[in-house]
């Protein structure tokens, strides 16, 4: 579809509405019209198509075997039990894949029918929880450091972080007319978007929240990263930083991943008038004509970072005072029982690329529902794809033990570094747009790179390893020491050397190949690796260090220790 369509579509949708009741109630099909395909994601949905099965239906002269995946807005991850309950039941009733914890502290329910897709939507509401603006070019679910040791500040930075997701929410009434049968008034159709207008941006916009010294939301692959600056126990203001991103094209130079730059300090009262300025800045100088260079940081690099702080500082009101120190130690998350700052528990749990379902001999769907029959706090997703289970008073610490072990759900006791660590996106069956396995091609790759790792006395390196099914990047590859990016069905490129912090991207290493040639390529930088790396070095520094693979842009901000 061309860039020109996908304005038009936004710009004639009336706010948002299309023909999508038309589409909805259409038996003939289980897709929707083409344009309305593109609205829905505003709606937080994408129609998708088994694409296991795709080549034999074609044959067979059916149409794909269309569904929908839907997204929730949950602003930095956090539901109640009994939303937990609630989301589980809606898993279980109406998708085929269980709940996926996404890279950006969502759910996803995939293989949702289309005559079921409004009953699955209203539950989700019931839920007390939205889809609305999830996916589309608007500003996405905002991601917020989990951080279970520091409750109070975590709660202060969150509740900021769900006020701004709410003040960037599109005005239109669509989304309840549509979903919740909500009555069509006057005015339908023609709602006031004072921040996004009638064409909305021209690509999506993401924001997130760092609370240092853990990069677990990767600050720097936003379009908008606030890292929290905490002086004696308070929150005080965030620097703020611009123009991260992760998607590039194979073989496109115009395209390229992405770390922010950091333009200066605000107080905590001055988030949402500085959030406004840079999506509206945005919204009037992004490129709306060519749709693959849409996203800030190429209007930030086509008119300058300069010229672009000035735009902003001038639609504020009020100019960003110099950044302030800041340092991150890892971007991972921390697993395992941590007691809080209030004397509460927080047990974090891996789920390996956050899909939870009872299959393959795996019952944690089942798991999670007993723990959340029983726990009184919150469930907080991480942007890692994994699960806090927060806020656990210690009087029932034993019992949730026990629920995790028998459910097979403290796989964070025997893992190694390598496997907690990693992170894979969807890709096939649903994805629409991969070109190589990720998620489901991670278990037998990590038990690859363990060998190696055994082989080298290893298997305690704390490696970041990340593997996309295409170059769009969804589990932001391009911060990984070691990335796998998709480029045909079993093939990769191979990306080395970015560091544990999430402040510096890797770099391509070896072009378009299969398994046995990227262990082959793994080998030996290991074992150099293990002979030569100084105590503490991360392998993506060390490779640096080593020439293995030459400097790229280094992380642009000398504050950073
Ligand atoms: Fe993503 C598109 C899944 C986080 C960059 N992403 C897609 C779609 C919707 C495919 C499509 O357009 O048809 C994928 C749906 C797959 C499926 O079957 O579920 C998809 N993206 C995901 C998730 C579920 C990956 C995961 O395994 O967790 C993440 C959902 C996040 C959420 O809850 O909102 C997800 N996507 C990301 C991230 C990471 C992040 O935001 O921290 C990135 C890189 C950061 C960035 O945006 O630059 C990312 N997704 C993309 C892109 C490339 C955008 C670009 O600027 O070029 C696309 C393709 C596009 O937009 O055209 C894409
Ligand atoms: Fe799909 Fe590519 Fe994103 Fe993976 S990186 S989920 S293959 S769009």
Same mark, same amino acid.
């Given at each position: 579809?061309?860039?020109?369509?996908?304005?038009? &579509?936004?710009?004639?949708?009336?706010?948002?509405?299309?023909?999508?009741?038309?589409?909805?109630?259409? %038996?003939?099909?289980?897709?929707?019209?083409?344009?309305?395909?593109?609205?829905?994601?505003?709606?937080?949905?994408?129609?998708?198509?088994? =694409?296991?099965?795709?080549?034999?239906?074609?044959?067979?002269?059916?149409?794909?075997?269309?569904?929908?995946?839907?997204?929730?807005?949950?602003?930095?991850?956090?539901?109640?039990?009994?939303?937990?309950?609630?989301?589980?039941?809606?898993?279980?009733?109406?998708?085929?894949?269980?709940? =996926?914890?996404?890279? =950006?502290?969502?759910?996803?329910?995939?293989?949702?029918?289309?005559?079921?897709?409004?009953?699955?939507?209203?539950?989700?509401?019931?839920?007390?929880?939205?889809?609305?603006?999830?996916?589309?070019?608007? +500003?996405?679910?905002?991601?917020?450091?989990?951080? %279970?040791?520091?409750?109070?500040?975590?709660?202060?930075?969150?509740?900021?972080?769900?006020?701004?997701?709410?003040?960037?929410?599109?005005?239109?009434?669509?989304?309840?007319?549509?979903?919740?049968?909500?009555?069509?008034?006057?005015?339908?159709?023609?709602?006031?978007?004072?921040?996004?207008?009638?064409?909305?941006? %021209?690509?999506?916009?993401?924001?997130?929240?760092?609370?240092?010294?853990?990069?677990?939301?990767?600050?720097?692959?936003?379009?908008?990263?606030?890292?929290?600056?905490?002086?004696?126990?308070?929150?005080?203001?965030?620097?703020?930083?611009?123009?991260?991103?992760?998607?590039?094209?194979?073989?496109?130079?115009?395209?390229?991943?992405?770390?922010?730059? #950091?333009?200066?300090?605000?107080?905590?009262?001055?988030?949402?008038?500085?959030?406004?300025?840079?999506?509206?800045?945005?919204?009037?100088?992004? +490129?709306?004509?060519?749709?693959?260079?849409? =996203?800030?940081?190429?209007?930030?690099?086509?008119?300058?970072?300069?010229?672009?702080?000035?735009?902003?500082?001038?639609?504020?009101?009020?100019?960003?005072?110099?950044?302030?120190?800041?340092?991150?130690?890892?971007?991972?998350?921390?697993?395992?029982?941590?007691?809080?700052?209030?004397?509460?528990?927080?047990?974090?749990?891996?789920?390996?690329?956050?899909?939870?379902?009872?299959?393959?001999?795996?019952?944690?769907?089942?798991?999670?529902?007993?723990?959340?029959?029983?726990?009184?706090?919150?469930?907080?997703?991480?942007?890692?794809?994994?699960?806090? &289970?927060?806020?656990?008073?210690?009087?029932?610490?034993?019992?949730?033990?026990?629920?995790? #072990?028998?459910?097979?759900?403290?796989?964070?006791?025997?893992?190694?570094?390598?496997?907690?660590?990693?992170?894979?996106?969807?890709?096939?069956?649903?994805?629409?747009?991969?070109?190589?396995?990720?998620?489901?091609?991670? %278990?037998?790759?990590?038990?690859?790179?363990?060998?190696?790792?055994?082989?080298?006395?290893?298997?305690?390196?704390?490696?970041?390893?990340?593997?996309?099914?295409?170059?769009?990047?969804?589990?932001?590859?391009?911060?990984?020491? &070691?990335?796998?990016?998709?480029?045909?069905?079993?093939?990769?490129?191979?990306?080395?050397?970015?560091?544990?912090?999430?402040?510096?991207?890797?770099?391509?290493?070896?072009?378009?190949?299969?398994?046995?040639?990227?262990?082959?390529?793994?080998?030996?930088?290991?074992?150099?690796?293990?002979?030569?790396?100084?105590?503490?070095?991360?392998?993506?520094?060390?490779?640096?260090?080593?020439?293995?693979?030459?400097?790229?842009?280094?992380?642009?901000?000398?504050?950073?220790?």
């Amino acid at each position: 579809m061309s860039t020109h369509s996908v304005e038009d &579509i936004k710009n004639e949708s009336h706010r948002l509405r299309g023909s999508l009741l038309q589409s909805l109630a259409d %038996p003939v099909t289980g897709a929707l019209r083409e344009s309305d395909q593109v609205l829905i994601k505003y709606h937080g949905s994408y129609q998708q198509d088994d =694409r296991d099965i795709r080549e034999e239906r074609r044959l067979q002269k059916l149409e794909p075997a269309h569904s929908f995946m839907i997204r929730t807005r949950t602003p930095g991850g956090v539901v109640t039990p009994q939303q937990w309950l609630q989301l589980d039941a809606i898993a279980t009733d109406y998708a085929e894949r269980g709940l =996926r914890i996404t890279t =950006r502290q969502a759910f996803q329910f995939h293989g949702v029918v289309k005559g079921e897709l409004k009953s699955t939507m209203k539950a989700i509401n019931a839920a007390l929880i939205d889809t609305l603006a999830a996916c589309g070019d608007v +500003n996405r679910n905002v991601a917020v450091a989990a951080n %279970p040791l520091e409750s109070s500040l975590h709660a202060t930075v969150q509740a900021q972080a769900a006020a701004l997701s709410e003040f960037l929410l599109p005005n239109t009434r669509a989304y309840y007319e549509i979903w919740l049968d909500e009555e069509r008034v006057g005015g339908s159709g023609e709602e006031d978007e004072p921040i996004y207008g009638n064409a909305y941006l %021209p690509r999506k916009f993401k924001i997130g929240f760092a609370i240092p010294p853990v990069n677990d939301v990767d600050v720097f692959a936003q379009d908008l990263g606030f890292i929290a600056i905490v002086e004696g126990g308070e929150l005080v203001g965030y620097n703020v930083s611009i123009g991260g991103g992760m998607g590039a094209t194979h073989g496109d130079a115009e395209t390229y991943p992405r770390i922010g730059d #950091v333009i200066g300090f605000i107080t905590p009262d001055q988030v949402i008038g500085l959030a406004k300025a840079v999506v509206t800045a945005q919204r009037d100088f992004g +490129n709306r004509t060519v749709r693959k260079r849409a =996203r800030l940081k190429y209007t930030i690099d086509d008119r300058g970072l300069a010229w672009f702080k000035t735009e902003v500082e001038r639609r504020a009101g009020f100019a960003l005072a110099p950044a302030r120190e800041f340092s991150f130690d890892h971007s991972g998350d921390r697993f395992g029982w941590v007691e809080g700052e209030d004397g509460r528990w927080h047990l974090t749990l891996r789920l390996l690329s956050g899909r939870i379902w009872d299959r393959d001999g795996l019952s944690h769907l089942t798991g999670l529902r007993e723990i959340a029959k029983v726990h009184v706090g919150e469930f907080r997703l991480t942007p890692n794809q994994n699960l806090v &289970i927060a806020g656990v008073p210690a009087a029932l610490r034993e019992r949730i033990d026990e629920l995790a #072990v028998q459910y097979g759900l403290d796989d964070y006791r025997r893992a190694t570094p390598l496997r907690l660590k990693a992170l894979a996106c969807v890709a096939f069956p649903t994805c629409g747009l991969a070109m190589a396995e990720a998620e489901r091609y991670l %278990p037998s790759f990590l038990d690859r790179v363990e060998d190696l790792l055994g082989k080298h006395d290893l298997r305690d390196a704390p490696i970041n390893l990340r593997i996309s099914g295409c170059p769009n990047g969804c589990s932001r590859p391009y911060l990984a020491e &070691i990335a796998l990016v998709g480029k045909a069905p079993g093939r990769y490129n191979l990306m080395l050397g970015a560091d544990h912090r999430g402040q510096r991207l890797n770099r391509l290493y070896r072009e378009n190949i299969a398994e046995p040639q990227i262990l082959a390529e793994l080998d030996p930088l290991l074992a150099r690796y293990a002979a030569e790396r100084t105590v503490g070095e991360g392998f993506g520094d060390f490779l640096l260090r080593a020439g293995v693979i030459a400097a790229r842009e280094s992380f642009p901000l000398e504050l950073a220790s």
